[in-house]
């Protein structure tokens, strides 16, 4: 077994990595997601798999239900890290299991893999806890300017964390932005990770989460969220988006993970705001 595997292997029983063993793997990250495009092609059947949250036990349940990468091809459309108890896990098994196998999972960027963000959200505080410095930190928040800001599954499903902007009329415009740089206040890469769809909105209208747009009319948009019983208090279930390779869609919906098989958490998750 590689150190990879073994390394896999440990993050898998929520057990953190060592910081120089982080940083190798964040180096070799970066080798393979440097070569992706902003629209990263995506190959069918895919899984598709919204927001995580660092909710790792609850991730444990999604590939039980959606089953093991290699096997499954899988498409994780951000917002790995914050709120939950073990963003450091939850986004570093995801990282090794890219590294792996980097053809058969595919990561995007979402408004949170974003270092301001995750000062506030719980991430940077985790990392401090666990490791006693923010190297860590340092060392994730660096392989998110590499991450995908949106995927394509076979040139027909255009796949995205937050939603569309009416700075972007073509692929080819998303194509050409700059991704490796903290997300910014606004413009065309900010709406991509920040904007929603809202039924009552007829084209654009401003978002009351002060980035980004809400988006309306006749927009053909499926939304998938795999963060079941958010926050630990939500009470909701969450799905998985299974597209076959004719590109029939099939939802699967799971639970969160039963309290005996989650290890304790070492401290409340992060504020509420903008739930």
Not at 142 to 162: M, P, Q, T
Not at 187 to 202: K, Q, T
Not at 259 to 270: D, I, L, N, V
Request: charged letters at 25%; aromatic letters at 10%; glycine letters at 6%.
């Amino acid at each position: 077994m590689s150190d990879l595997d073994k390394q896999i292997e440990q993050l898998k029983r929520c057990e953190p990595l060592k910081e120089s063993e982080v940083k190798a793997l964040c180096l070799k990250a970066i080798e393979i997601l440097v070569e992706e495009s902003n629209v990263q092609r995506v190959d069918a059947p895919v899984t598709i798999c919204g927001d995580i949250h660092g909710q790792f036990y609850d991730m444990k349940e999604l590939f039980k239900v959606g089953g093991d990468c290699p096997k499954t091809n899988y498409l994780f459309l951000g917002d790995f890290v914050d709120r939950g108890f073990y963003s450091v896990e939850t986004f570093l098994l995801l990282l090794a299991l890219k590294v792996r196998y980097p053809d058969r999972i595919t990561l995007i960027r979402g408004n949170h893999e974003s270092r301001q963000i995750t000062q506030v959200y719980g991430f940077y505080d985790e990392c401090l806890r666990k490791y006693g410095s923010v190297n860590v930190w340092r060392h994730c928040t660096d392989i998110f300017d590499y991450l995908s800001l949106s995927a394509l599954v076979e040139n027909k499903i255009f796949c995205v964390h937050g939603g569309l902007s009416p700075a972007i009329m073509t692929l080819d415009q998303i194509r050409t932005i700059d991704r490796k740089q903290e997300v910014p206040h606004d413009g065309a890469m900010c709406d991509l990770l920040w904007s929603d769809p809202e039924d009552i909105v007829d084209g654009w209208g401003l978002s009351p989460r002060g980035a980004g747009f809400l988006f309306g009319g006749s927009v053909s948009i499926v939304t998938v969220w795999s963060a079941p019983n958010y926050c630990y208090r939500c009470g909701n279930v969450a799905a998985i988006l299974e597209l076959d390779e004719n590109l029939n869609k099939e939802f699967r919906v799971f639970d969160a993970a039963k309290q005996e098989s989650r290890a304790a958490p070492t401290k409340k998750p992060a504020p509420d705001y903008f739930l």
